[in-house]
Nanobody, 116 residues
């Protein structure tokens, strides 16, 4: 079992920044993948960004150049999503996920609101 604890959501004005974090605990395999999905009201859940235990990253085209995903270098079980130049279209519930050797775990979600 893996538990995920998310933090960092909130209200920000367009053009502002937020940093999300997600800490995983439990039985964690050395080869894994963490990342973020988001879901806006009335829309399907979409991939935002992922990072493997080896450090390889992947970002959705819609956030490239604005969002950066990273992992804690020491513990490697905490993932961060630095979100810059936020747009109203980025407003959504953001969900952390952890792929632990094929077993997928989800965080409870954190809300990001982008509004002036």
């Amino acid at each position: 079992q893996v538990q995920l604890k998310e933090s960092g959501g909130g209200l920000v004005q367009p053009g502002g920044s937020l940093r999300l974090s997600c800490a995983a605990s439990g039985i964690i395999f050395s080869i894994n993948e963490m990342g973020w999905y988001r879901q806006a009201p009335g829309k399907e859940r979409e991939l935002v960004a992922t990072i493997t235990s080896g450090g390889s990253t992947n970002c959705a085209d819609s956030v490239k150049g604005r969002f950066t995903i990273s992992r804690d270098n020491a513990a490697k079980n905490t993932v961060y999503l630095q979100m810059n130049s936020l747009e109203p279209e980025d407003a959504a519930d953001y969900y952390c996920f952890f792929n632990n050797a094929g077993h997928i775990y989800w965080g409870q979600g954190t809300q990001v609101t982008v509004s002036s």
